[in-house]
Nanobody
Framework: QVQLMESGGGLVQPGGSLRLSCAASGFTFSSYAMSWYRQYPGKERELVATISSVGGTTTYTDSVKGRFTISRDNAKNTMYLQMNSLKPEDTAVYYC?????????WGQGTLVTVNS
């Protein structure tokens, strides 16, 4: 079955960097677009970035443009989110997501806390 597992979250000071990973299994990873979302307490999940199946097309929400980079390694069935110049407002639970056979699949999430 489709499984997504995020890792790499943690506590970082403002201005610092983190790299999140999303390991995928149970489907042909290289054939599907992938996304990163984040969720603040009490809020809906919001789209952060997307990447096409072969990685040639990426999109970002305005608040992370120029600071975050989404990428993927199809040989490793893994997607990444490089987060630089982190701000306290980036504090959230980050999730990876794919749509497989018209159904949304999510990982369990990884917490990123930006705090001095």
């Amino acid at each position: 079955q489709v499984q997504l597992m995020e890792s790499g979250g943690g506590l970082v000071q403002p201005g610092g960097s983190l790299r999140l990973s999303c390991a995928a299994s149970g489907f042909t990873f290289s054939s599907y677009a992938m996304s990163w979302y984040r969720q603040y307490p009490g809020k809906e999940r919001e789209l952060v970035a997307t990447i096409s199946s072969v990685g040639g097309t990426t999109t970002y929400t305005d608040s992370v443009k120029g600071r975050f980079t989404i990428s993927r390694d199809n040989a490793k069935n893994t997607m990444y989110l490089q987060m630089n110049s982190l701000k306290p407002e980036d504090t959230a639970v980050y999730y990876c997501k794919t749509v497989f056979q018209w159904r949304d699949y999510w990982g369990q999430g990884t917490l990123v806390t930006v705090n001095s």
